[in-house]
């Protein structure tokens, strides 16, 4: 009996040891994974949103046991984290009331934590009315500090959401033939043939003093403190209470101020971008970059970065100090805004890509819209990871803005909109024709909580 009990001994032993292996294995995240028959350790989802207390789903389950040892379960809500998951990709879904639902597939590696911080949910029915009588050739200028500036055809408005009031600013003697919010959106310049004026986001009203030379374009300086005009031999630099500057006799057919610099297209050469430094009075005119056709428009800068758009669906992008050669060429529209340092939003007229930035070298651009109705405006919303997308049927669509494969996307408003722009980076303002009458209503869109 004493060699059985000993084997019995020997058998409890080896499986005692074991289970302690398991178990402590097991609280340290290891699984066995079926699919590839390994033992890995597993990794964790932590998601949070905005608005907090959203339902949340993981592959359609709503609720998660906790691994052993780390607590009860789970209640479903955001903030919510989920341990003991193994590799692989999971589709998150979040919904909550008032809020369009919420959806994206993340990738858990193995012994690691992926995180959702936050999940923004945009809001339904979130307008407010402003006035419900704009006339009908009434654009949206610009948005600064949170009040609203509406251009009609010769006067400019300034109204506020808040109280509902307005007031005229400028009532010009002929039509306005330009009208631009500053790439900083604090300033409004507007022009007539004969007059120019600034508006700050006070709204205070600075005239310009022009040249005798016709002002054929106006440029803002890319930080949207100073401001050029090309005529057919010169660019100048325009202010209220001096008289304006030359710049160059060079005539070009786009500029502006960039930094310390002038960078330009000359007519001569429109295949060329050039910089001239305006810290020195005789400095040369130095090429920045050269492309195979004809340079349309300097679209985009950021940092030494310089976007330029040429022949039909071509973008450039060069480092404004170097030799002259391209950095990189993308096939990805005709117009771009920089969403921050490392990526680039750029739109046809029925496409939008985003392009990022690694090693300071484009990557190649990511697809993120693409319809059969022409796009008429994008406007950027930085604040809440979101880019808002206007086309000419007057329907209007919110995308996420992520590097994901997968993005939420809204419609807000459907054959209704003739004008957006952003309002403090977390909502619009957009302007609404009403059916059958030739009044449109100005109304704000509160995207967030």
């Not at 990526?343 to 496409?351: C, G, H, V």
């Not at 049927?393 to 419609?411: H, L």
Request: aromatic share 8%.
């Amino acid at each position: 009996m004493t060699r059985y009990r000993w084997i019995i001994f020997l058998i409890f032993s080896i499986l005692f040891c074991a289970t302690g292996v398991a178990l402590l294995l097991y609280a340290q995240g290891y699984r066995y994974h079926f699919g590839r028959k390994t033992l890995e350790k597993t990794g964790q989802l932590s998601i949070e949103s905005k608005p907090k207390g959203a339902s949340l789903s993981v592959n359609g389950q709503q609720s998660f046991g906790r691994a052993l040892f780390s607590g009860g379960e789970q209640d479903g809500k955001t903030p919510e984290r989920i341990p003991g998951l193994l590799s692989g990709t999971y589709t998150v879904h979040l919904e909550s009331d008032g809020y369009y639902p919420w959806t994206r597939v993340v990738t858990v590696e193995s012994g690691q934590a992926t995180l959702i911080r936050p999940a923004i949910l945009i809001r339904k029915n979130a307008t407010d009315e402003i006035t419900p009588t704009l006339e009908r050739t009434a654009t949206l200028a610009a948005v600064p500090l949170s009040q609203v500036f509406v251009a009609t055809q010769n006067e400019l408005t300034v109204f506020n959401p808040k109280t509902k009031q307005s007031r005229i600013i400028l009532r010009a003697g002929e039509p306005f033939s330009f009208v631009s919010k500053s790439p900083n959106e604090q300033s409004i310049l507007l022009a007539s043939k004969k007059n120019a004026w600034l508006v700050g986001s006070d709204g205070r009203l600075d005239p310009l003093i022009l040249p005798r030379d016709t002002i054929d374009q106006f440029r803002w300086s890319t930080n949207g403190d100073r401001i050029v005009g090309l005529t057919g031999g010169k660019i100048f630099q325009l202010f209220s209470r001096s008289k304006p500057r030359v710049l160059t006799t060079t005539s070009a057919s786009d500029a502006l101020l960039h930094g310390s610099s002038l960078i330009f297209v000359p007519k001569e050469n429109p295949r060329e971008v050039r910089r001239l430094s305006l810290l020195e009075k005789t400095s040369p005119e130095e090429v920045v970059v050269r492309v195979s056709s004809a340079i349309s428009r300097i679209i985009a800068t950021h940092g030494s970065h310089l976007v330029i758009a040429y022949g039909k669906n071509d973008l450039a992008v060069v480092d404004d100090s170097s030799d002259g050669t391209t950095q990189s060429s993308l096939r990805a529209g005709t117009e771009a805004r920089f969403w921050d340092a490392r990526t680039l939003i750029s739109w046809n007229d029925f496409e939008v890509f985003r392009t990022d930035f690694i090693n300071e070298r484009a990557a190649t651009p990511q697809l993120i819209v693409r319809r059969s109705v022409p796009i008429r405006k994008v406007e950027l919303l930085p604040e809440i990871g979101y880019i808002a997308v206007l086309f000419d049927d007057g329907s209007v669509s919110v995308i996420e803005q992520t590097g994901a494969e997968s993005r939420n996307r809204y419609t807000l408003a459907d054959r209704s909109i003739k004008d957006i722009t952003a309002l403090d980076g977390k909502g619009l303002v957009w302007i609404r024709s009403e059916s059958g009458k030739d009044v449109m209503r100005l109304e704000t869109v509160r995207l967030v909580q």
